[in-house]
């Protein structure tokens, strides 16, 4: 059946209305950038936000922030953007899914380095992962589900295996090569196992105390002073959070994963994220706690 081109044209528009914003950006593109003879199709900013799924107001601070500038500015000054401005904010998408911040994004794809090759061969690894984790959540509510309908008994172990697992790949994602590399391979993983191993009370008492240690050294990190008696409340908190993921402990260990918070640029962030410099006040607390200055040559293990 042979169509006449201008009815070809109008459905190609109309297809092109209807491809889904979000689910593959990449694949929409290749179907709206082209018209048949290689003709190149352009976008304006308000038709590559709705194709997007973003506001015009996003693509803007994209482009103020210089992550993502248009092709070119057209005579009525409006923004245009080509093919590579299409690909390139997929992958910016991706890295945002993946939970990265816009500064280190642009930092990524504006780096002279950047290989989009290789980057959505990295983008696939890290989605494989997270669908893997969400796998084995899916799987306990099932198995939860299952008990409650008095199909299955199901230990209450078992109820917590999808969120420890969880926080095991999630440990070993973000810090897995440091700590491996510092610690050695049988204590990291003699760690992981006694996070598998961990009964509901356990799982239970360790989030409460990480809850607590945060919130006992900003108390703590307000007075100033770290051999104060709530930074040395603060430290002691720490250990007996540290007991619930090492297989044994040691000052020196204690001392070395405070320095570590300081050394590691993520861990500050995590610990200065409410008041920068509680990473270093509770190294210092610590190290009164422990009577240890300096790096330690013993080993510790998994934890953040």
């Not at 169509?3 to 209305?17: C, D, M």
């Not at 199901?154 to 999808?162: A, L, P, S």
Request: one cysteine or more; glycine letters at 8%.
């Amino acid at each position: 059946m042979v169509v006449e081109g201008s009815r070809a044209a109008r459905q190609l528009k109309l297809g092109r209305r209807n491809i889904k914003k979000t689910v593959d950006l990449h694949a929409a593109s290749r179907c709206t950038m082209f018209l048949p003879g290689g003709e190149q199709v352009e976008y304006t900013i308000q038709k590559l936000g709705q194709l997007a799924g973003v506001s015009t107001r996003t693509l803007r601070y994209y482009d103020e922030i210089g992550m993502l500038k248009p092709a070119r500015i057209n005579s009525s000054g409006y923004r245009i953007y080509g093919q590579a401005e299409v690909d390139l904010l997929q992958q910016i998408l991706f890295y945002r899914e993946l939970g990265i911040s816009l500064e280190d994004i642009k930092g990524i794809v504006t780096s002279p380095t950047f290989d989009g090759y290789a980057a959505l061969k990295e983008h696939r690894k890290q989605l494989i992962e997270r669908r893997e984790q969400l796998d084995i959540l899916i799987a306990n509510v099932d198995k939860t589900i299952s008990e409650k309908e008095g199909m299955i008994e199901m230990t209450n172990k078992e109820k917590f295996e999808g969120f420890k697992r969880k926080l095991i790949d999630d440990n070993e994602k973000k810090y897995g090569e440091e700590i491996r590399a510092k610690y050695g391979e049988e204590q990291v993983n003699r760690s992981y196992k006694q996070i598998k191993n961990m009964t509901e009370e356990q799982y239970k008492e360790a989030e409460k105390l990480g809850e607590e240690v945060l919130s006992t050294l900003a108390a703590a990190f307000a007075t100033g002073d770290p051999a104060g008696e709530l930074a040395q409340k603060t430290a002691d908190l720490h250990r007996q959070w540290l007991t619930f993921f090492w297989g044994s402990y040691t000052k020196e260990a204690h001392a070395g994963v405070a320095q570590m918070y300081v050394d590691d640029e993520r861990f500050t962030a995590y610990y200065d994220k409410e008041q920068p410099g509680s990473a270093e006040f509770l190294r210092d607390a610590v190290r009164i706690y422990t009577g240890v200055n300096g790096s330690p040559d013993d080993s510790a293990s998994a934890g953040e």
